[in-house]
């Protein structure tokens, strides 16, 4: 085990030793979380999170014309890709037609012609 990792495996062991009378046991202290950034205040005593803050999330956007422009902008593409989706919906539709047109013409030029021939009739 790495070095680094036994010390902070003793740093933590001291603050969650409940029978410990020290005044660094006694009090709580701070962990960020790597996840999402928020700080957890951890009770060494009780071993339970008791105070939660949140990380500060940075703006998406500066102003309300900014954020009406991207709207409009998303409004827009969705419309385009449901447009195109409609058309694709027609093209498929026609594609499918012309496939069932060509499988009847094949349909019609080789006639059923009875049972088919198996291997085992062949012998």
Known sequence: ??????AATNTLSRFMNPTSKTQADKSAFDITCPCCNAVLK?????????????AVKPKTFNDIEEAARAMKEQDNRR???????VENQRNASDLMEKKFQEAVKRAKESPDTGKPIRDFDLD
């Open 79 to 85: 419309d385009s890709i449901f447009r195109q989706s």
């Open 42 to 54: 951890v009770d060494p005593q009780n071993h339970a999170v008791i105070a939660h803050t949140a």
């Open 1 to 6: 085990m790495p070095q680094h990792s036994v």
